[in-house]
């Protein structure tokens, strides 16, 4: 009975082993994992357009090649992540609506405009840094099919943040002007990457169930945290400055001390109401529209087979 099934399932939690998806699980864990993978597979796709902005105006082929690597495997991630949340037994088709009608949330970041090259510089070491401290412990969450998901996912990330950093490392070097879109381009995405870790935990509804379900392992402040400690010597090694005069650490409480960071920018964001939120979301839906005759025609073969197996 239920009762029995529940217990088995807080004994697989408990036990750190993993929940697969033919397994029982509580309505809310199988609605907070369908919630939470889905927002991450529509980040990776709505991601793809800041830097797929600059595809076509990389500064050298080799560049270009990187680039467009980098956004391929972002498609990927999508992918492997939109499976992952069919397991759960919501359709592709249904999260795809959910997106493209902005019913479904991403990740606030990918609402920011990439107006210089060094943005890529930016988005890989600092997007990509953020990426990585908040993947790194799902690779371990107790829904099996995410976990896995996350380890390969991760591997690409840590290529895409060096990609990142070596971009700002050379503009950095270089003229006096490379050096300064480099330092403006941190400028603008170090508190935007500080937000894609969520709210204070104060104020975060979903964590202390998702932590009790292992699914995340650490708290949004937590992992700001770690993520600051990350970015310190490398900026230093970047000689970029990180754009908060009350950055330091606080060696009584063990942890940096920072400035507030503005949550009613992150709230108007994700609200809908960021800088570039409208135009990421005209522009899905158009690849949507214009994919639909590549849709009609995958159907249409499919049928013709499935017809001739018949026969
Ligand atoms: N943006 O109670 P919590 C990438 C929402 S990396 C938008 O703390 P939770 C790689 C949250 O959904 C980016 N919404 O929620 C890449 C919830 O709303 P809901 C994607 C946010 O789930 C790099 C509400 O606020 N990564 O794509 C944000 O426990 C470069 C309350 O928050 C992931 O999705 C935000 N920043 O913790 C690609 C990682 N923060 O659903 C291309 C997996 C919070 O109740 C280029 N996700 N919200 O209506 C997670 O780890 C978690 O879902 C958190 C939020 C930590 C994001």
Redesign the pocket.
Known sequence: DEAELQARFDALIEADQRIEPRDWMPDAYRKTLI??IS??AH??II?MQP?GNWISRAPSLKRKAILMAKVQD?AGHGLYLYSAAQTLGISRDEMTEQLIESRA?Y???FNYPTPTWADMGA?GWL??GA?IC??VP?CRASYGPYGRAMVRICKEESFHQRQGFEILLELSQGTEAQHRMAQEAVDRWYWPSL?????PDDE????AQ?MAWKI?RFS?DELRQRFVSMLVPQAEVLGLTLPDPNLRWNEERGEWDMSEIDWTEFNEV?AGRGPANAQRIQHRRDAHEDGAWVREAAAAYAEKQAARARQ
């Open positions: 919630r939470q927002q991450h980040s990776e991601g830097e972002e949330r990740s606030s970041i988005i997007v990509d990426a908040n993947q799902l937000m894609m870790f969520g709210p975060s509804p979903n964590s998702s995340k949004n994700l």
